[in-house]
């Protein structure tokens, strides 16, 4: 089993759609939760960063971590083609630790 | 200001050359680290640097990966004897101190023929 799972997708939705992003992971060490978002030939950017367990909102996007259960998700509300991205999972044991396990990503796509 | 510089974006190299990725971090950001992302995985981590100290290389494979962040000029990530399982995008990122990962590198894509 991967420490770390994700759909990979891809996931087409129209636009104004809400779309629920979701990974599981094994290793219950993970504290810090992390979702990232690499357009196509980019590098990830950093869209929310949660601590634990609980909900995290900004704007339109909502992150939610579930320790009991392992699994985290991100909401993105009224969906936009520019947010049409691969979305990164990732997480970590400590605040300042530099090794992320990432999943492989869930490629998104919004219709207009 | 710039962020995160990486190059080549896109690096061609024959079976037994090697490959030298550049990255220039963010002005001021004195920790930089690589990531891999081979086809179909997630990015996996290589090597954590401070200027002219590596500070932890376990991702690293063993043997043919080096990697130096001098006091001055970019990180170099350098691959010797290039195979074709080398092939992947290799991505930098900066910070100022320790965690989380905010900048990543547009990432130099690597294909060995």
């Known amino acids: 089993q991967k420490e770390v799972e994700q759909d990979p997708g891809p996931l087409s939705v129209p636009e104004g759609a809400i779309v629920s992003l979701n990974c599981t992971y094994s290793n219950s060490a993970f504290q810090y939760f992390m979702w990232y978002r690499q357009y196509s030939r980019k590098g990830p950017e950093l869209l929310m960063y949660t601590y634990s367990s609980g909900n995290k909102e900004d704007g339109r996007f909502t992150a939610q971590v579930d320790k009991s259960s392992k699994y985290i998700s991100l909401f993105i509300r009224d969906s936009q083609p520019s947010d049409s991205a691969t979305y990164l999972c990732?997480?970590?044991?400590?605040?300042?630790?530099?090794?992320?396990?990432f999943g492989k990503g869930t490629k998104l796509s919004v219709i207009p | 200001n710039a962020g995160v510089m990486q190059n080549p974006r896109h690096l061609v190299r024959r079976r037994g050359q090697e490959a030298r990725l550049r990255c220039s971090p963010v002005?001021?950001?004195?920790?930089v680290y690589w990531y891999r992302q081979l086809p179909e995985e997630g990015l996996k981590f290589m090597v954590y640097?401070?200027?002219?100290?590596?500070?932890?290389e376990s991702g690293m494979p063993k043997e043919r990966f080096s990697a130096e962040f001098p006091k001055e000029g970019p990180s170099i990530l350098r691959i010797q004897q290039v195979v074709r399982g080398d092939s992947a995008a290799y991505f930098c990122?900066?910070?100022?101190?320790?965690?989380?990962?905010?900048?990543f590198g547009q990432g130099t894509r690597l294909t060995v023929v």
């Open positions: 002005k001021g950001h004195s920790h």
């Open positions: 990122a900066s910070s100022l101190d320790r965690g989380p990962l905010s900048f």
């Open positions: 640097l401070q200027k002219e100290n590596i500070i932890d």
């Open positions: 990732a997480m970590s044991e400590g605040a300042g630790s530099y090794q992320l396990t």
